[in-house]
């Protein structure tokens, strides 16, 4: 199921390649939870980059496949999600720039990318 508006035309390269590799998955349930979650902080870093340049309808998308892969993570007793600290700290463009990075092109922090 898509998160995205296929009719859209995004400012930044990255978005769409980013969404059609989301939305190549065909369900979640063979993926573990540090999957899903690192995948969840390369689309953040994504979105940051978006908002930072003004690019909103990309900065919406992000958000939006933020939140479904988001959704997909067990909780824990506490009621949070699987790494939900450092997926928020992520949003608000708090992370390091040695993180996930397993997206060739998705970031300007990824090695040989």
Do not use: C
């Amino acid at each position: 199921m898509p998160w995205y508006n296929r009719g859209m035309t995004y400012q930044l390269e990255q978005t769409q390649y980013m969404l059609d590799h989301i939305n190549s998955y065909n369900g979640w349930d063979d993926y573990a939870p540090s999957y899903i979650h690192n995948l969840s902080l390369e689309v953040a870093e994504l979105f940051n980059e978006a908002y930072n340049e003004d690019a909103w309808e990309d900065a919406d998308a992000l958000l939006d496949a933020f939140r479904g892969l988001r959704r997909e993570l067990p909780l824990d007793e506490a009621g949070k999600r699987y790494g939900a600290a450092e997926a928020y700290e992520w949003m608000q463009g708090g992370h390091s720039s040695n993180g996930p990075h397993f997206l060739p092109g998705i970031s300007r922090t990824t090695p040989n990318g």
